[in-house]
C-alpha cells in the first residue's frame, strides 16, 4: 500500500461542497482507528502499579509486561499492507476492531500475568495495523484539494485518545476510591479500566461498516462500477469518472515497488537517507516521549504525589499533547518541518534537564520539597508541548516526504520498524532505570534531544514545498 505517497491525481483538485461533509464522515470513521491507537497505547498509564501489586513483581518484569504490546505493534504495522491489498482497506479495519476488542475483554480478566502479556500483544497487532490502514485509506478517498487536512485526522484522533484515555482512568480511579485495585463492578478498578475500551473498539468496527471501500483497492480487484459509485460519492458528479478509473489505473500499474535490496548502498549497508530516516525515527523515541503516556502517573507517584492527583496530571498532559499537535498542524507548512523540528529540540532539552534537576533532590517525607516539586510538574508539561509541536507531528511529515519515490515505501517500513523498537527500548528500561536513579534517567533523555539539534542541521534536509518527485 503505497498510495499515500501518491501525487495528487489530475482531475481530483476539487470537491463540491456538498459532499465535503460525507467526506469528512467517512475520514472522521477511518480515523476511530487512531482514536484506538492513542486510547490502547495510554490506557496502561492507570494499571502500571496495580499491576505490579496484584502480581507481586519486580521492575524489570513490569516493564517487559507493559512493552510487551510493542512487539504486537511491529508486527502489525509490519503486515497490515499486505492484509489491507489482499482483502480490502474495510476488513482490515473490521479485523483490527475485533482484535481490540479481544484485547480489551483479555485484559479486563487476565488469570495470570503472562495471560495479560498476550492479550496486550494482541492490542499492539491492532494498534499497528490502525497505525498503517488509517492514513492510507483517508488518502486514497479523499478529494487532492482536502487531503492534507482530512490526513490529519489521524494524528489528532492519536491525541485525543491519549487524553480521552487518561480522563476514564481519572474518573474511575475517583470511583474507587483512589485505589487502583478498589472494587468497582466485581472487578479492581484497573480492570476496568483496560476493559472499557471495547466501546469504541466496538463503535469502530460499526463505523467500518457505513464507510465505503477505497476506490483504488475496488479498482485492483476488478470491481470498476463500484469504484465510480464511490469516486462520485466522495467526489462530485461533475468529474468524468472515466477519467478518474483510468487516472487512478494507470498510477497503479507506473508505481514502482519497493523492496528492501533497494534501500541498500553507501558505506554503511543502507543509502544515507534511510539512516537519516532511522536516525529521526530513533530521536522521537530516545528523549523519552511515551515515559510520559506509559508511566506518568507511576513517576509522579514515586515523587510523592497523591494517586488521584497523579492520574489527574496524567490528564493535564494528555491536554497539552493536543494543543502542541494543533500548532504543529498550524504551523508545518507554514515555517517548515525543520525550524519546527529545532524549536522543539530545544524546548524538550530545557524541559528535560529541569526534571532532571527536580529530581535529583531527596524526598522529605515521601515528597519533593515544594519548589522542585512545582518544577518537575511544569517541567513535564513544557516537555511535552515542545514535543508535540515539533517531533510528534514533523516526523510523520518528514519521513512522508523525504524518500525518493522508488524506495519511499520501503524506507518508510524501515523508519516506522526503527520507530516500534526505539519506543520497545525505552518502554522497557524506564523502570529499572527510575530504580537506579531517576534524575540520571532524565539526563539521558536531556541529552538525546540536546543531540538531535545537531542531527537536524547536518543531516535533514527541508521538504517544505517540494513535490515528491523532487525528492529524487
Not at 461533509?21 to 467517512?26: K, R, T
Not at 504551523?331 to 522543539?344: E, K, Q, S, Y
Not at 524526598?363 to 519548589?371: I, Y
Amino acid at each position: 500500500m503505497t498510495s499515500t505517497a501518491q501525487a495528487p491525481l489530475p482531475g481530483a483538485k476539487t470537491a463540491h461542497p456538498e459532499h465535503l461533509g460525507h467526506v469528512i464522515f467517512i475520514a472522521a470513521a477511518a480515523a476511530m482507528g487512531g482514536f484506538l491507537f492513542g486510547y490502547d497505547s495510554a490506557v496502561i498509564n492507570g494499571a502500571v502499579e496495580a499491576i505490579r501489586s496484584r502480581y507481586d513483581i519486580g521492575s524489570a518484569t513490569l516493564a517487559q509486561v507493559i512493552a510487551i504490546a510493542l512487539i504486537g505493534c511491529a508486527i502489525g504495522a509490519a503486515t497490515a499492507g499486505r492484509i489491507a491489498d489482499r482483502i480490502g482497506r474495510i476488513r482490515c479495519m473490521q479485523i483490527s476492531a475485533v482484535l481490540f476488542t479481544v484485547s480489551a475483554v483479555g485484559s479486563a480478566l487476565p488469570f495470570a500475568l503472562w495471560d495479560l502479556a498476550f492479550w496486550r500483544i494482541i492490542g499492539g497487532f491492532a494498534i499497528g495495523m490502525a497505525s498503517v490502514i488509517g492514513p492510507a485509506y483517508i488518502a486514497e478517498v479523499s478529494p487532492a484539494a482536502y487531503r492534507g487536512r482530512l490526513g490529519s485526522f489521524q494524528q489528532a484522533a492519536i491525541v485525543v485518545g491519549i487524553a480521552i484515555s487518561q480522563l476514564v482512568n481519572w474518573g474511575i480511579l475517583n470511583a474507587a476510591g483512589g485505589d487502583q485495585r478498589g472494587k468497582l463492578m466485581g472487578l479492581e478498578a484497573w480492570q476496568v479500566m483496560l476493559g472499557v475500551m471495547v466501546v469504541p473498539a466496538v463503535l469502530y468496527g460499526l463505523l467500518s461498516f457505513a464507510i465505503p471501500e477505497s476506490p483504488r483497492f475496488l479498482i485492483s480487484v476488478g470491481k470498476e462500477d463500484r469504484a465510480r459509485e464511490v469516486l462520485k460519492e466522495v467526489e462530485g458528479d461533475k468529474i468524468d469518472l472515466t477519467a478518474r478509473v483510468a487516472e487512478i489505473e494507470h498510477a497503479m500499474k507506473s508505481e514502482h515497488k519497493s523492496t528492501f535490496k533497494d534501500l541498500l548502498g553507501g558505506s554503511f549497508f543502507f543509502k544515507p537517507i534511510v539512516w537519516v530516516g532511522i536516525g529521526l525515527s530513533v530521536f522521537q523515541q530516545f528523549v523519552g516521549i511515551n515515559v510520559a503516556f506509559y508511566y506518568s502517573s507511576t513517576l509522579w507517584q514515586s515523587v510523592g504525589v497523591d494517586p488521584s492527583q497523579s492520574f489527574f496530571y496524567s490528564f493535564t498532559t494528555s491536554i497539552i499533547n493536543i494543543i502542541g499537535t494543533v500548532i504543529a498542524m498550524i504551523f508545518v507548512d507554514r515555517i517548515g518541518r525543520r525550524p519546527l523540528a529545532l524549536i522543539g529540540s530545544v524546548g524538550m532539552a530545557i524541559g528535560l534537564a529541569l526534571e532532571a534537576w527536580a529530581f535529583s533532590y531527596d524526598l522529605v517525607d515521601g515528597k519533593l520539597p515544594a519548589t522542585q516539586g512545582w518544577v518537575a510538574l511544569i517541567a513535564a508539561h513544557v516537555f511535552v508541548l515542545f514535543f508535540a509541536l515539533s517531533w510528534g507531528v514533523v516526523v510523520w511529515v518528514f519521513l512522508g516526504e523525504m524518500f525518493p519515490n522508488r524506495i519511499r515505501a520501503a524506507a518508510l517500513g524501515v523508519a516506522a520498524s526503527a520507530q516500534w523498537i526505539a519506543n520497545w527500548a525505552i518502554t522497557a528500561s524506564f523502570p529499572s532505570l527510575a530504580d537506579w536513579n531517576l534524575s540520571a534517567t532524565y539526563v539521558i533523555y536531556t541529552i538525546f534531544a540536546a543531540l538531535s539539534i545537531p542531527f537536524v542541521l547536518k543531516y535533514v534536509k527541508e521538504t517544505k514545498g517540494k513535490t515528491l518527485e523532487e525528492m529524487g
